[in-house]
Structures are given as structure tokens and as C-alpha cells.
């Protein structure tokens, strides 16, 4: 099992930018497949992006693909989302999530959420 404490929301002007951080607890944080999620008010919650076990593979909604960037740092149990020329459309509760495997979606099943934190983007 693992634990999942999301840091590194705010707010923030258009345009501007974000790092948010994903702490995992345990010894097992490199067997996880990795990804950010985000829930905007009043709508369902969607997929943001996913990494790799070691980091060898990323994919990204098309609505962030060029804009942000994840990454993870194994040796400090750890996953990242870097977040540039914000848009107001970004607002939303930014989640991370783990899983075992990167399964035939990416994008869905995951097993563990954090609580979540909140990025507000304004105009």
C-alpha cells in the first residue's frame, strides 16, 4: 500500500507557472506507475498525465501535452508535475495517483489517490 500527499498548489496569474510535488510513502514507490489527475468544479475528474515505474515512458492529456511536464525522482519517493503558461482553464483540484503496471490503459484503474491541491488560474 502506499500513501499520497500532494503539495505545490495556488494561485497564480495566466500564463504563468506551477511545480507541483506528490510525496509517496513506503519502499515500493518505484513499483508504481504514476499519474496527475484534476477535477474542476462541476466536472467530472480527467487525466492529466502518466510516467513509467522508472520514468522511461510520459503521456499527456492534448489539452497540457507541450505545457506540462511530469517526472519522478525515485530515490526520494516522489512524482512531479511541472505546470508552464498556465491557462484559466487549468483551475482545478490537481490529484496524483499510483497503480501497479502500466496496464492497456494508462489513464484509468488506478488503486491509490491523494488527497488532492487546489491550482486557481486567474485571468
Known amino acids: 500500500q502506499v500513501q499520497l500527499v500532494e503539495s505545490g498548489g495556488g494561485l497564480v496569474q495566466a500564463g504563468g507557472s506551477l511545480r507541483l510535488s506528490c510525496a509517496a510513502s513506503g519502499r515500493t514507490f518505484s513499483l508504481y506507475t504514476m499519474g496527475w489527475f484534476r477535477q474542476a468544479p462541476g466536472k467530472e475528474r480527467e487525466f492529466v498525465a502518466v510516467?513509467?515505474?522508472?520514468?522511461?515512458?510520459?503521456y499527456y492529456a492534448d489539452s497540457v501535452k507541450g505545457r506540462f511536464t511530469i517526472s519522478r525522482d525515485n530515490a526520494k519517493n516522489t512524482l512531479y508535475l511541472q505546470m508552464n503558461s498556465l491557462k484559466p482553464e487549468d483551475t482545478a483540484v490537481y490529484y496524483c495517483?499510483?497503480?501497479?503496471?502500466?496496464?492497456?490503459?494508462?489513464?484509468?484503474?488506478?488503486?491509490?489517490w491523494g488527497q488532492g491541491t487546489q491550482v486557481t488560474v486567474s485571468s
Open positions: 510516467i513509467s515505474r522508472i520514468g522511461g515512458t510520459t
Open positions: 495517483a499510483a497503480k501497479k503496471g502500466w496496464g492497456s490503459d494508462p489513464t484509468s484503474e488506478y488503486d491509490y
